[in-house]
C-alpha cells in the first residue's frame, strides 16, 4: 500500500475532476456497503443510489449524471468503474508474491527466467520453459516442457499449462492410440490464467494464448486453440480443441465452445451457452435453456421431444384453414 | 477402526431397535452386494429388497415397514441411510491424515493453526490465514494470504482457497484493467471442500462459506459470494460472482449460478440446472433440456429456433376460428 | 526422437504401400500448415485437399482415394489418422518425464511401485498404493491410499485418484453427516487421466476405471462408478455417483451423466449433453440446446417456458378442425 493520496493527487495522476474538498485524504478502497473511513468508493449504477446514502467511505467515485447524488468529496469520470480500478492500483499490488524461485519450486536448469519473475512454492517448471519478465506463477503451477510465457503474466494456483492434449486415434479393436502431443503451448504478454484452469498444448503445431487474454479459474483450452489478443473467459468456460477465437471477445461462465470452430472479433457469448458452430459475425450469442419449478419444467419439457411432431401438426392444421379460407390466410 | 462392537451396544450409543441377536458382533459397514461376514449394511429403499436376500451382511439397518424383509440380525431406526452414516463413524475415521504439517508443506510464519490441524504434503498457507482446531489440509491445498477456516474444516487435494477473483474493468481501447482483490475467503466451521474446487477471494469484501457447507469437487466459487449454513453442492457446481445463496439449499452437479443473485434458503437446484435469476421462493427448480437420439434431437431441436414464430403461427389460427366460430372457441 | 527413417522403413513397420520414392527420408510428424522438409503430414478428409496442395512436407498419408491428390511421396494406408498415430509414435516418446521418482514428490514407504514407474515433481503417493510397471505420473498428481493403478498409466498433472467422495446423510435438523469413504479407486492398464480431473474412491466398494480408458482433463467421476474399457470421456465431462458406464463409449467435452444410470456398450453421447436416465442401446444421443444471437434467443426461448400450454392449444385447434371437418383432418 503507498500511503494516504489526497483526491487532488489522485485525479492529476489519473485524469477526472473534483467536487468537494481536494485535500480529503484516501488510504485504501471498498465497497459502497464496508468501506471505512479513508477509503473511496464507486457508485457504478444508479441502482445503488440507495447504498450511497449509508457509506462511511470518504470520498466516492461516480460519473457526472450523479455528480448530485451525495454531498460526499467525490470524483466525477467518464467511467467510474474503470476509474476505480485505476485508483485501486494505487494502494494494491497486482499479486502478493515477491519476485525470486520459492525453495520448494522445481525448476529445470534450462528454463529462462526474465528479470524479477516470482514462480511460488511447489511450482513445477519443465524444461527449457521461458518465462517473461514481471510474471508470477502462484503456489503449484506446472508448466510443462518446451512452453513459453509472456511479459507480466499471472498464472494462479493449480494452472496446468502444456498437458498433453486429448489426441487419439481408434485402432480396428475399438482400442485408442495415443498421439504423441508435440506442440507447445505459446503465453502472451499480461495474460492471465485462473486457478486449476488447463491449457493443453498443440498436437503438432502450438496453441496459442494470445497479450491480454484473461481466463478465469478452471477453464479448459484444448489442443492447437487460438484464443485472440485481449479476450476474456469467465469461470469453467472450455475451449476444445482446433478452435480458433477472435480478439476482443468475451465469455460468461461455462461457455462450451465445440473443436475446429473459428469465432471472429468483438463476439459475446452468454454464460452457459454452448457453441456448436462458427461465429462470421460479431454480436451477442446465447443459448440458456430456462430453469422453472420443478413441476413446470417437467410438464414444458416433455413437449421437447414432440416439438417437429408440433411444428408438423400446425402446419396441418394451416394448410386445413386455407383450404376452407384461403383469403384469410396470412402467414407469418 | 474401533474393533467389533454388537447390535446391542450399537444401538445403546445411536439408538434404535434391535431384531434378532443383539449379541451379532459388527466390526465394519458394507455394501448390501459386498459386505462380507462381521459388517452390517443398510436398506435405505424398498427396490434393493432382492439384494437384501442375497447379502452375506451380518445384520441390517432397515426401517419399521422393512423391518420383515430379512431374518438377519437387525437394527430398526427412523432414517436408516442417516442411521448408517452414524455406524460408520463408529468404526471409520472422518479423515485419513495424521494430524501435524507435513515436511514438504510450507505455512507461512504468521499462519494461525489451531490444535489438532493436519496439513498434508505439498500443502502452501499464505501469510495470515487462520486455521481451526482440528482441520484437515490433504495435499496440495493452497490457501492464499488473510483467508480464514474455521474449526474441523476439510480441504481435499487440490482444493485453492482465495486466488484473485475475476475482477476487470475494460478500458477505451478494449484493454482489461485489473481491479485487485483485496477481500478475503472466510470458511466456517464443519465446512468441507471437494479435490480441485476452488474458491475466490472477495474483490472489496469477503467471500463467506458458512459453517457447514458441503462442496464437491471441481466446484467454483466466486468473489464475493456467500453460501449459507449446511447447504449442499454437488460436483462441478459452479456460482458466479456476488451471488448470495441460502442456508440449506442443495444444487446437484454441475448446476451453474449466475452472479448477483440472490437464492433463499431452502431451495433445491437439480443437476445441470442455469440459475439465471434470483430466486425469492424456497423449491425445487429445474431446466435440464432433454437428451434424445441424435437423429429425434435434430429434428426437434431445429424447432426451438423458431418457437416465437410457431406461437405466432397458432395464434393466427385461433383468431382465425375465433373469426369464424367464436361460441366454441375455448382458451385454456 | 528415433532418426530418420525411409518411407520404406515405415511401410516395413507399419504395413501400408509407398507411392514415390521409397528412399525418402522421414525425420518428424507435422501439420499439413507447418511441416518442414523431414516431416510426414497426413490427409484425412478431403475437405483439406486445399492445404496439401500448399504443404512443405517431405511426404503424406492418405487414403487410395486421394492416392493422386498429390505428387509428393505418399504412403497409402486404410486408415490415415490412425496410421499417423503410429508413425508419430516411432518419432516421439508416448511421455516426457523420465522412470524414477522425483526428489520432491511423497511417495508412502507402504506404496508398491512396478518397474520403470515415472513420479514426477510435487507427486503425492499415499499408503497402500499400487502402481503398475510403465505408469507415468506428471507433477503435482495425488493418489490418496489404497488405490490401485495398473501398467502404463499415464496421470497428468493435478490430477486427483481416491479423494473422498461426496456422501451425505441428512439429519433431521437438515444438517450433513458425513459418511466415510472407505473403497478405493481402481485402474486399470493403458488408463490416460488429464490434467485436474479427479476420480473419486468409493463409498463402500471401489470405483473402476478399466483398462484402455482415456479421461481429458478437468472430468469429475463420482464415487463407486465403474467406466468400461476403452471408453473416452473429453475435457470437463462428468460423472455423478454410482453409474455405471459399458466399454467402447465416447463422451463428448463437458457431457454430464447424472447418478445411478447404466449406460451400456457402444454408446456415444455429444458434447454438452445431460444424461438423465439410462441408457439401454447403443447408438449417438444428443441434448444441446441451440444458440442463437441473443435476441432471437430471447424471443424463442420465453416460450419454452408455454410449450405444455401450446401444445393445448394446438390439441384444441386440432379438435375444433376435426368437430366441424373431420373427413379432412389427418393426424400424423
Not at 464496508?34 to 446514502?53: E, M, Q, V, Y
Not at 461462465?253 to 457453441?275: P, Q, R
Not at 461465429?279 to 414444458?300: E, M
Request: aromatic share 4%; net charge positive; with cysteine.
Amino acid at each position: 500500500m503507498a500511503g494516504a493520496l489526497t483526491l487532488g493527487e489522485i485525479v492529476s495522476r489519473l485524469g477526472g475532476r473534483v467536487a468537494g474538498d481536494p485535500g480529503t485524504p484516501i488510504r485504501q478502497v471498498g465497497s459502497l456497503e464496508n468501506a471505512a473511513d479513508g477509503a473511496i468508493t464507486f457508485l457504478s449504477s444508479p441502482r445503488h443510489r440507495d447504498k450511497l446514502a449509508a457509506t462511511r467511505a470518504s470520498a466516492v467515485i461516480l460519473a457526472k449524471d450523479a455528480e448530485a447524488s451525495t454531498s460526499l468529496p467525490r470524483i466525477v469520470c467518464a467511467s467510474p468503474y474503470l476509474y476505480f480500478a485505476r485508483v485501486s492500483q494505487l494502494f494494491n499490488p497486482l499479486t502478493s508474491q515477491a519476485p525470486g524461485i520459492h525453495p520448494s519450486a522445481t525448476v529445470s536448469a534450462s528454463a529462462r527466467l526474465g528479470k524479477d519473475v516470482s514462480i511460488g512454492a511447489g511450482c513445477v517448471v519443465g524444461d527449457g520453459v521461458t518465462i517473461g519478465a514481471g510474471s508470477c506463477l502462484y503456489p503449484r503451477v506446472v508448466v510443462y516442457g518446451g512452453c513459453t510465457l509472456g511479459e507480466r503474466v499471472i498464472l494462479h494456483a493449480g494452472a496446468v499449462i502444456g498437458a498433453d492434449g486429448f489426441g487419439l486415434a481408434q485402432d480396428d479393436a475399438g482400442g485408442w492410440v495415443k498421439i504423441p502431443q508435440i506442440g507447445t503451448v505459446r503465453i502472451g504478454d499480461d495474460v492471465e490464467v485462473g486457478a486449476n484452469t488447463t491449457i493443453d498444448r498443440g498436437a503438432l503445431d502450438d496453441t496459442v494464448i494470445e497479450q491480454g487474454v484473461k481466463l478465469d479459474n478452471q477453464i479448459q483450452i484444448g489442443h492447437n486453440c487460438r484464443i485472440g489478443a485481449h479476450t476474456a473467459m469467465a469461470g469453467c468456460a472450455a475451449v476444445a480443441g482446433s478452435t480458433h477465437i477472435g480478439r476482443h471477445c468475451t465469455f460468461g461462465g461455462a461457455a462450451m465452445i465445440l473443436g475446429h470452430l473459428t469465432i471472429v472479433d468483438h463476439v459475446n457469448v452468454s454464460a452457459c451457452t454452448v457453441i456448436s458452430r462458427s461465429i462470421r459475425k460479431p454480436g451477442t450469442y446465447t443459448g440458456i435453456y430456462p430453469f422453472d419449478d420443478n413441476a413446470s419444467w417437467a410438464k414444458n419439457t416433455a413437449q421437447v421431444r414432440h416439438l417437429a411432431q408440433l411444428a408438423e401438426r400446425v402446419r396441418a392444421l394451416e394448410k386445413h384453414g386455407r383450404a376452407r379460407a384461403p383469403a384469410k390466410e396470412k402467414k407469418k
